[in-house]
């Protein structure tokens, strides 16, 4: 199982290549533009680790506060499938594209990503750990998703700058007592078919 999500988690960080540019670091912060998340999923069914379905959620909003509408693109999972995911955020209103997710992994501390469900009872989300801050606490970049029977709903996906990441539940993924500042929450709608 451990080589399986190794060999899962770079493909994942392959995918997240392919949506995002090199750019030097520069702290997140309330003026940072967040144009664009990708929610990427794969599964795979083989030892070999070969992908054997792929979902791409998408969020474009590139006139932020503008009076154009945001863009999403929703996708579909599998029921009773165990997927591996990988969130990416970008700044797209730059030449080159901003990649967001360096600055958080440099920030993890500061930032922590949560998953929540609605309407979809058959989800579950869990963080890997790929990806952890210098305390041993999520930052939640990469996740757990597993389907369980068909079904409609939504998948919210929330960054939160300076959580409390020792309140009660926090760690395990529960906004609930997480505190801080949203950085941006976007709802996904989902089918598991």
Known sequence: MNKQIIKLSA???????????????????????ITTMVYSLI??????????????????????DGPNAPVIIKDT??????????VTLLNESVSPIENINEEILEEGADHQFF???????????????????????PIGITSIVNTNEIGNGTIKITLRHEPNKDALNVANGDITNAGGETDIEVSFPVTIK
Do not use: H, M, W
Request: charged fraction near 20%; aromatic fraction near 10%; charge should be negative.
């Open 11 to 33: 493909v994942l960080l392959g995918i997240s290549a392919i949506f995002s540019c090199k750019k030097d670091p520069e702290p997140v912060n309330e003026s940072e533009l």
């Open 43 to 64: 599964t795979s069914d083989s030892t070999e680790g070969a992908p054997t379905d792929i979902a791409n959620f998408v969020f474009r909003d590139l006139d932020g």
């Open 77 to 86: 999972l599998l029921a009773n499938k165990t997927y591996y995911a990988i």
């Open 115 to 137: 998953y929540q469900k609605s309407g979809a009872n058959n989800l579950a989300f869990s963080y890997t750990p790929i990806d952890k801050d210098i305390n041993g606490n």
